[in-house]
Structures are given as C-alpha cells and as structure tokens.
C-alpha cells in the first residue's frame, strides 16, 4: 500500500477559472498524475519545512486512468476540493525566484501554501504576516481528520457542499 510507505498517487483535474479574453474561450481543464515520494523534514520534529518530491505527466482523461488504477487493485481512500489562486511575486524580487503563493479556499477554511526554497518560504512568510509557529506541515487529509474530530462528525470526502461551476 502506497500510503503505508508514505508516498501517495493522485489524480488531479486542474479548471482554469479564466475563461480568456471578453469570456469567449471555454475554460481550460488539465488532468494531472502525480506521484508524490515521502515527506523529508529537514531537521527532524523542529522542522519548519517539509521536502517531497513530486513527478508528475498529464493524462488525457481522469475516468480511464482511474479505471486502470482501479483494475490494478489501487482504490481512492480521500478526494478532496479546493479552489487554488496562485500568485509570484515581481521579477524584481531576486529572492523569490521560484517561489509560489498558493491561497487555497478548502471546505475546512483558507490556507497559504509556500513553494520554493527554505530561504524564499522563510522570507515570503514573514512579509506575509506568519510566524515560524504558524507554519503548519500536515496535509490536507490530516487537517481535515482533525476537522472532523473537532466537530465530532465521522471523515469522509472534503468536498464542497454545492459544485462549483
């Protein structure tokens, strides 16, 4: 099992909320696969940042590939949905070459996610408000269990109530 050894496959369908210029384009929709290796954590239970690396190709359909998983023995144990807005920072900004800020809207609440190199997390972190102490390390499906525990519901999928269109 994939997620006993820490590493995890997902499938994920990107829709672009930009349809184009004046709204006349359809919105675009990629599918990705992602393997994800085991979390690192550069100095231990201290860490501020967690590495993984993450190798992914795009599919042509998320149906067909999902039946091939699942033909292969491998079920889904967790969807989830969120609504990401990504953002760099101006060119100017040496420092953050390669950096993401990541605002994602989750059933559970918003979240800032930080990609990049320590240096660049560290100091986009700061600019933005955040301590070192509020930096958070679990994944969604950990913030969600504890969600869950908190309101005393049993987990499931995290998904929005109502489809987003």
């Not at 990629?30 to 239970?45: A, D, H, I, Q, Y």
């Not at 930080?114 to 950990?142: C, M, T, V, W």
Request: proline residues 7%; aromatic residues 8%.
């Amino acid at each position: 099992e994939l997620s006993g050894k820490g590493q995890l496959l997902r499938i994920r369908t990107e829709c672009s909320a930009n349809p184009g210029r004046r709204g006349r384009a359809a919105p675009l929709t990629r599918v990705l696969l992602t393997f994800k290796s085991p979390v690192e954590l550069p100095g231990g239970s201290s860490a501020r940042h967690k590495v993984r690396e993450e190798t992914e190709v795009e599919l042509s359909s998320a149906d067909s590939f999902a039946r091939i998983l699942d033909a292969l023995g491998l079920r889904p144990f967790f969807r989830y949905e969120k609504i990401r807005s990504t953002y760099v920072l101006p060119m100017a900004a040496r420092w953050a070459r390669g950096l993401l800020i990541e605002f994602d809207e989750t059933p559970i609440g918003n979240f800032v996610e930080l990609e990049g190199s320590p240096a660049a997390i560290d100091r986009a972190a700061k600019l933005l408000g955040f301590s070192p102490a509020q930096h958070i390390l679990a994944n969604y499906g950990q913030l969600y269990r504890e969600d869950c525990l908190r309101r005393g519901v049993p987990p499931g999928d995290m998904v929005f109530a109502r489809r987003w269109k």
